[in-house]
């Protein structure tokens, strides 16, 4: 009977917090908003940002944090990748699905479009690359390029390129993405 009559004031004092605190304090991002769109390397994704273990094909698996890489565009939305894990996947997934890609923006990937959401990713045999649904679909498929110059490639890693695109490499195979509407 007590504790009720102190009900109204709790509430009173929550709704008060809840006016005062401004919204964009509940949805800051993981990383302070960008002055420009910012390349980001493995050192700056962490598991607050990109989650350490995924979903994809009725399982998770863990994503190798040191091979992750993305970028921060400057109204403080993300594009995001990491390898995976894969070894729990049955072939046929495991040659496919080799990173797993984030996007809260529209994508242009080989002359298409790729709507925001979560995806599993691969470069194949023959010079492609291949996203897929979480549920192992292909939506996308592209001509990837293998760039035999690169000094020093990594398992994944995303480097700028002209005119607002970025190339997303897995070693020396490369597929070149842009922000789109």
């Known amino acids: 009977m007590r504790q009720a009559r102190f009900m109204p004031a709790i509430l009173s004092l929550c709704l008060i ?24 390397k493995s050192s700056d ?9 995924v979903f994809f094909r009725g399982q998770s698996a863990p994503v190798q944090m040191r091979n992750t890489g993305g970028v921060h565009f400057i109204d403080d939305l993300y594009v995001l990748a990491g390898m995976v894990d894969n070894s729990g996947y049955s072939t046929g997934i ?7 890609l984030l996007s809260e923006v529209t994508l242009q990937i080989g002359g298409q479009r790729l ?7 691969g470069f194949l045999e023959g010079g492609k690359f291949v996203v897929m649904d979480l549920a192992a679909n292909d939506v996308l498929q592209a001509a990837s390029q293998h760039d035999a110059e690169m000094k020093r490639p990594t398992p994944l890693q995303v480097v ?6 970025y190339r997303l490499y897995m070693g020396r195979d490369y597929v070149e993405f ?3 509407k």
């Open 115 to 121: 709507k925001p959401g979560a995806y599993g990713m």
């Open 45 to 53: 994704i962490k598991a607050r940002l990109f989650p350490e273990a």
């Open 94 to 100: 495991r040659e496919k699905y080799q990173a797993y």
């Open 178 to 180: 842009s922000r789109t």
């Open 160 to 165: 700028a390129a002209d005119g607002g695109k």
């Open 17 to 40: 917090c809840f006016l005062v605190i401004p919204a964009s304090a509940f949805l800051q991002s993981a990383l302070p908003k960008p002055d420009k769109d910012t390349v980001l």
